[in-house]
């Protein structure tokens, strides 16, 4: 796979190691293809006005073109999102390519996710100590 990197205003240094991780995963995608059919052009733009970063990413495929963007407080977040877009994007297409039916994979907004349950015997050990100075009273 042949990658462009372009930057406005954001080291490469700083989203290096996602992007690395993030190709590996695109590479398992899209194994059945050679790798001169492939291009990905990244592209990192920090918005001064909102102290912002937008990602865009443009896959380059036979077939239609797939376009995602993502946007986050710092570039790495900017990035993960695009890839999620583009990921449910490239699912679809590869779904119709192979006559397969499309499953939409669950995303949640990193805001809405709900804290881990804490175990059971926590719980309990907490609900003891909070009904130990009602006693006492």
Do not use: C
Not at 5 to 20: A, C, F, M, P, R
Not at 38 to 45: P, V, Y
Not at 79 to 88: G, P, Q
């Amino acid at each position: 796979m042949r990658i462009r990197y372009h930057d406005l205003g954001v080291s490469q240094d700083k989203v290096n190691h996602i992007v690395e991780r993030e190709i590996r995963v695109l590479e398992k995608k899209l194994a059945d293809l050679e790798d001169d059919l492939k291009l990905l052009d990244i592209t990192i733009e920090h918005l001064q006005r909102s102290d912002t970063y937008v990602a865009k990413l443009h896959l380059r495929i036979p077939g239609p073109d797939i376009v995602a963007k993502g946007e986050g407080q710092n570039p790495a977040q900017a990035l993960r999102d695009a890839f999620d877009d583009l990921y449910d994007e490239l699912d679809r297409q590869l779904a119709k390519w192979r006559n397969e039916p499309f499953i939409r994979r669950a995303r949640i907004h990193p805001g809405l996710a709900r804290p881990p349950i804490a175990p059971v015997e926590e719980e309990r050990a907490s609900e003891g100590e909070e009904s130990t100075p009602e006693r006492e009273r």
